[in-house]
């Protein structure tokens, strides 16, 4: 099926009703001017190991192990 195609049969699809909606949590969002505080990298301690988040010259962001 083609994304034209999936697109439409979406459009087309009755909506769900109150009964049948799924309620999605909403995903906690973390500013990154917050999260570095004027830092260019910062740890991440999971599961016994220390990740990088480092933002680079182009204010992209690397996540290394």
Do not use: C, W
Not at 44 to 55: N, S
């Amino acid at each position: 099926m083609t994304i034209s195609a999936q697109r439409n049969a979406q459009e087309k699809a009755p909506s769900a009703t109150r009964d049948d909606a799924v309620v999605e949590k909403a995903v906690p969002r973390i500013n990154s001017r917050d999260l570095f505080r004027q830092m260019r990298e910062v740890e991440i301690a999971h599961e016994g190991r220390i990740y990088r988040l480092r933002l680079t010259q182009l204010n992209k962001l690397i996540l290394t192990a």
